[in-house]
């Protein structure tokens, strides 16, 4: 069982950098997969970056790759997702979720999720 809690979100002017941090607890952390998800009115919910247990590998969605960085720390049980360079198109609830395996960009492979923190970008 993980339970996770995501913060840092908040108002930001375009081209500013926001870091979201996701507080997991439960000792299977670090055998779990991680991502963010973002979800804005009106749209479905969509991948945005994931991490492997180790840290090792990292995969993005193309619309923030070279823009957000995801990371993790296991002595800390914490995730985190900088972003830079934020536009309007990047104004959602973001999640953290933890996943046992699948597929990094599917949110059905998730098994455990955050409650999300709001993210505003103003132009």
């Known amino acids: 069982q993980v339970q996770l809690v995501d913060s840092g979100g908040g108002l930001v002017q375009a081209g500013g950098s926001l870091r979201l941090s996701c507080a997991a607890s439960?000792?299977?952390?670090?055998?779990?997969?991680m991502g963010w998800f973002r979800q804005a009115p009106g749209k479905e919910r969509e991948f945005v970056a994931a991490i492997s247990w180790s840290g090792a590998r990292t995969y993005y969605a193309d619309s923030v790759k070279g823009r957000f960085t995801i990371s993790r720390d296991n002595a800390k049980n914490k995730v985190y997702l900088q972003m830079n360079s934020l536009n309007p198109e990047d104004a959602a609830v973001y999640y953290c979720a933890a996943s046992r395996g699948g597929t990094y960009y599917d949110s059905l492979s998730y098994d455990y999720w955050g409650q999300g923190t709001q993210v505003t970008v103003s132009s």
């Open positions: 439960g000792r299977a952390f670090s055998s779990h997969s």
